[in-house]
């Protein structure tokens, strides 16, 4: 089934926040944000732009009801500044007025004083003063230490990987109107629908059962409106809360890039230990995560960091720590990853380390270490249906790994000024909020009177097709045409309590909630068939949109007379579902578990050739062995594998986030952050599904075996930092292997030129 919001997508007709028809009287909001990283005695003097004509109101701190706390992990985020201000962008005040124009008009003319406090902006100086969001946390399994003495070569280094803008289309924003009795509809552009109902009735002082919130569809989130959609609909809330007119806000780019976090930055070192057989017998690794000026989701994402920090291969002693490091920079949140890719970069980074030691290619390290059946990983959960090495074979037959390095060895031989590359990425990504209670789903069916169908889940459609896939469930439980079935919009008061769209798990477990109401309702139709039909109920299957008898026997009664036969029968035609993972389970007191529901499996190979004058580089190709499942829309997934690709490939490459030392965004505009464009995608991407054993194929806790896709294959990008990194060396024998990413074209440049270090 092709993406069933492609048509109103490419017409110009799919309805976004800022497509919403505003109502008369609407007014416009904007936020003023803080000039510096950090300061107190904050003092706000909003007078002047009160008086400007067409403003309504400037709201701040004291006009908050409720509490003036928005964090989700931890409560240390205020919505609006108060005495304090902990980084650039930090929100102060909200300017409310009749148009969008003269509110920024306003905004200019608010005054504050301060004084201004010393500044941190980066992970290592918040760890030597002891800045930290929350105590740090370890991981381990066996011996480190015992074992590094024994190992044949022992390698450490350090590494550095940048943030990333998440750059989705549509910026922040929400639209809130007030309701009878006090009550408020919230269109928001969330992945969190219930995050924002929470947060904004706990704002607003008021029961959660007073906030609704609606969400359509977002022009992208990619983890960037996880949590950060929420302030933009509590400011926005608090605006209708005192007014009464209905209040639009929507940050421009600008304010976007300003004020929201990005994928976390991490400097981090490893040691890594092997034995001459190229067994990786120990691995030691401490992240320092930049978590910006407040927790936001930070945690979390360290967590998912230290689950993957041995990526696809089985090490026998691990030992990881990662510290949240609180620095005065917009705290930063999830990204496509959640925390993973920052892992798998450190481990990458210390293969190619001992790799380029050894003198070896990478990729014979990676091959001997790849995870096998009932491996264990250092987190305690036993490795089941792995696919890591049948993904490698797999990718091994088509490319020819070996041959591959010939080709390349022959063309750098032959050519001066441009130099090949390859580099081998294996994946594993557990599948799983890594926080076990939000792992469950509800899905409400309506089928109407008629035979058509309504569907509510807490799934949010963000550009990853989950309400294709949703629809699809319906369509296939019920067996009847698609176009009887309808999406509706995401919304608190028909799907409550819902986990936020996020870990790639949406479509798991809002798909299984779906699929077991709409069982359910088949069930009870199949009752009402079977007494209409006078034949056992057992006999009765839905089958194309006809009731069939007795091994698919077509009858003459159809879908919507069996669902208006129902109705007749006062049948109950609406049913809700609910879903929790089973299995699931961590320990934190041991940091032992089986948190993830199953793993996604793939192994991609990178080729590039490099422009050894200029320092520029191209993505030759990708090719990618990719585990599926039994794929359930084989469209929208190689979309996702493609998409997330692209993603990773600008992250290693070319995304580079830049503050200066003030805690000032300096890649604040597009014409100075660099996303990845057509140009710099690989020039061919191919993907294979892996397919083994079709009957084997896919896990049950996949929804249809299909398996979660949206943020694995971002970590394929990872393998182009070290092809880019790999074809330099062709160049320059002397260059000392770095790893810190982006690899720009500068940093291949001066690569390409550095001389050896004289000892
Ligand atoms: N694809 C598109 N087009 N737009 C997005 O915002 N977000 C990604 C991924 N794919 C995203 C996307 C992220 S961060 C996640 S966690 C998953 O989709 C979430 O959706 P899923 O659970 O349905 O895979
Ligand atoms: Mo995705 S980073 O889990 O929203």
Redesign the pocket.
């Known amino acids: 089934m092709k993406n069933i919001d492609a048509n109103g997508h490419v017409r110009g007709e799919s309805l976004f926040i800022d497509d919403i028809l505003i109502k008369q009287h609407t007014l416009h909001a904007v936020v003023y944000s803080s000039p510096v990283a950090h300061a107190k005695d904050l003092i706000i003097d909003v007078s002047k732009a009160e008086k400007i004509a067409g403003v309504e109101r400037v709201f701040t701190a004291k006009d908050i009801p409720g509490d003036n706390e928005i964090g989700g992990i931890l409560l240390d985020e205020p919505l609006l500044a108060e005495d304090e201000l902990h980084f650039q962008g930090q929100p102060i005040a909200i300017v409310v007025a009749e148009s969008d124009f003269i509110a920024r008009q306003a905004r200019a003319l608010i005054e504050i004083s301060y004084s201004e406090l010393p500044i941190i902006t980066t992970a290592k100086q918040a760890k030597e003063q002891g800045s930290f969001i929350n105590p740090a946390r370890s991981f381990s399994m066996g011996d480190v230490q015992k074992s590094f003495d024994e190992c044949d070569y022992v390698f450490e280094d350090d590494t550095f990987s940048n943030g990333q803008e ?1 750059l ?1 289309l549509e910026t922040q924003g929400s639209y809130a109107e007030k309701m009878e009795n006090g009550c408020i509809k919230l269109m928001s552009s969330t ?1 969190g629908p219930t995050v924002v109902q929470r947060i904004a009735a706990r704002v607003l002082g008021l029961a959660m059962h007073k906030i609704e919130v609606d969400v359509t569809r ?1 022009g ?4 960037g ?2 949590d950060q959609a929420t302030p933009w609909a509590c400011m926005a809330a608090l605006a209708t809360y005192h007014l009464n007119t209905p209040v639009k806000l929507i940050l421009d780019r600008h304010d976007d890039l300003k004020m929201t976090g990005k994928r976390h930055p991490y400097e981090s070192h490893f040691k890594i230990g092997l034995d001459k057989d190229l067994k990786i017998r120990a691995f030691e690794v401490e992240f320092l995560q930049n978590s910006g000026a407040a927790a936001d989701l930070s945690p979390a994402i360290a967590e998912r960091t230290l689950f993957h920090a041995t990526n696809a291969y089985f090490i026998p002693n691990v030992k990881t720590t990662v510290h949240s490091c609180k620095t005065n920079l917009p705290p930063n949140t ?5 925390g993973g890719p920052q892992g798998k970069y450190v481990i990458e980074s210390a293969i190619a380390k001992a790799a380029d030691q050894l003198k070896i290619p990478a990729w014979h390290i990676q091959k001997a270490n790849l995870l096998k059946e009932n491996d264990e990983f250092y987190y305690g959960q036993i490795a089941e249906k792995v696919e890591s090495i049948n993904t490698w074979k797999k990718l091994n037959k088509k490319i020819n790994i070996n041959r591959l390095e010939e080709n390349i060895k022959v063309f750098n031989d032959n050519n001066s000024l441009l130099k090949k590359g390859m580099a081998l990425m294996p994946i594993c990504f557990g599948i799983s909020f890594t926080n076990t209670p939000m792992n469950h789903a509800r899905a409400l069916v309506h089928i109407y009177q008629d035979g058509s169908v309504g569907i509510s889940t807490g ?2 459609e ?5 309400n294709t ?1 949703m629809l699809q469930i319906a369509a296939q439980t019920f067996s009847i045409d698609p176009e009887l079935i309808k999406l509706e919009t995401t919304n608190t008061t028909r799907v409550a309590n819902t986990s936020p ?8 477990l809002n798909g299984k909630a779906l699929l077991k109401a709409c069982n359910a309702l088949v069930d009870r139709l199949r009752h009402v068939a079977a007494d209409e039909l006078s034949v056992g109920v057992d006999t009765i299957e839905l089958n194309d949109g006809w009731v069939h008898v007795n091994n698919n026997k077509q009858t003459e009664l159809d879908w919507k007379n069996l669902v208006f036969k129902a109705f007749w029968k006062r049948v109950c035609l609406t049913e809700n579902g609910h879903y929790a993972t089973p299995t699931i389970k961590f320990d934190k007191s041991k940091e032992k578990g089986h948190p993830f529901a199953y793993h996604v499996y793939g192994t991609a190979c990178i080729q590039t050739t490099i422009d050894c004058l200029r320092g520029t580089y191209e993505v030759d190709s990708v090719d990618i062995v990719h585990d599926f499942g039994k794929s359930m829309n084989i469209g929208v997934d190689l ?2 594998v493609e ?2 690709l692209a993603q990773g490939i600008g992250w290693m490459t070319m995304e580079e986030i830049a503050y200066n030392d003030e805690g000032r965004l300096l890649s604040n505009t597009l014409s100075t952050y660099k996303i990845p464009d057509v140009f710099s995608i690989a020039k061919e991407i191919n993907v294979q599904p892996l397919v083994i054993d079709a009957e084997k194929q896919g896990n049950d806790m996949a929804i249809f075996k299909s398996k ?4 694995p294959p971002l970590m394929y990008g990872i393998g182009v930092y070290f092809a880019i990194a790999n074809a330099i060396k062709a160049f320059n024998p002397n260059y000392q292997l770095k790893f810190h990413s982006p690899i720009t074209p500068e940093k291949v440049l001066m690569g390409l030129y550095e001389k050896q270090k004289s000892e």
């Open positions: 998440h989705y992945q977002l992208g989130g990619f983890g409106k996880e999830a990204f496509r990853g959640f799934a949010v963000m550009g990853q097709s989950v896939k769209t996020a870990a790639s798990a949406t479509a798991d979309g996702q998409g997330a979660a896709v949206g943020e």
